[in-house]
């Protein structure tokens, strides 16, 4: 896969592309949002990974102007503040991916390795959920599940990052409205309530992890 490093940190830079090219990825990188946007705008990738505080052109800029482009790029956002995050959440329709620095590399393989299956329009599969990133679907043996609009958006929150927390207020922002305007805790818990009885027969399980927010996990035993 061919994927665009915009970062200006050259530490970062480093281990980023030490990880990328373990996994096989061919890595361009850009230091700068300018230069960022003039490779994307003349060459393919099949994902961009994306600081916002970037010199010369901020990453938000970057981003909507690849938007524009109406580029269905798939986009890692890499950011210091969760203040710059929920700008970009606000001005994007949830096709994206986030972390904030600092991170752990495994959990950025984790989140490329995904990313890069979406972009290729992959289904997701857990126990015996599967999901569809194109249609936005999930089903068991072959069965679409009937999911609201906001069940689908909690269930895809959690499919990003598999097995791993995804905080509640990510989950309340994915409830919330257009303008990023975040639902309440209990609206999200009542999605919650509501999805794990339609997952019942999927053998996955989404679990509390109290203070923080919520897990999928598959329930099938290894082996
Ligand atoms: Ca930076």
Redesign the pocket.
């Known amino acids: 896969m061919r994927i665009l490093l915009a970062?200006?940190?050259e530490t970062l830079q480093r281990g980023l592309l030490a990880v990328l090219g373990k996994a096989g990825h061919q890595t361009v990188i850009a230091s700068t949002g300018s230069h960022a946007d003039t490779l994307l705008s003349s060459e393919k990738f099949d994902l961009l990974i994306l600081?916002?505080?970037?010199p010369l052109m901020d990453g938000i800029e970057v981003l909507e102007r690849l938007r524009r482009r109406r580029g269905g790029l798939p986009v890692l956002i890499l950011s210091?503040r969760d203040r710059m995050l929920d700008r970009v959440r606000g001005l994007d329709s949830g096709a994206d991916d986030y972390m904030t620095k600092p991170f752990e590399l495994s959990e950025f393989e984790a989140r490329v390795r995904a990313l890069l299956r979406r972009g290729q329009g992959v289904n997701f599969l857990l126990g015996r959920l599967q999901w569809s990133w194109d249609l936005r679907e999930a089903s068991v043996d072959g069965e679409v599940l009937e999911l609201s609009r906001h069940e689908v958006a909690l269930l895809e929150a959690m499919i990003k990052s598999p097995g791993r927390v995804v905080a509640k207020n990510a989950m309340a922002i994915a409830l919330g409205d257009d303008e990023g305007v975040a639902a309440g805790d209990n609206m999200v818990e009542v999605y919650i309530h509501r999805l794990r009885r339609k997952l019942v027969h999927a053998t996955v399980e989404i679990r509390t992890v109290r203070g923080l927010g919520y897990r999928l996990v598959s329930t099938e035993r290894e082996g």
């Open positions: 970062e200006d940190d600081d916002l505080g970037l210091a």
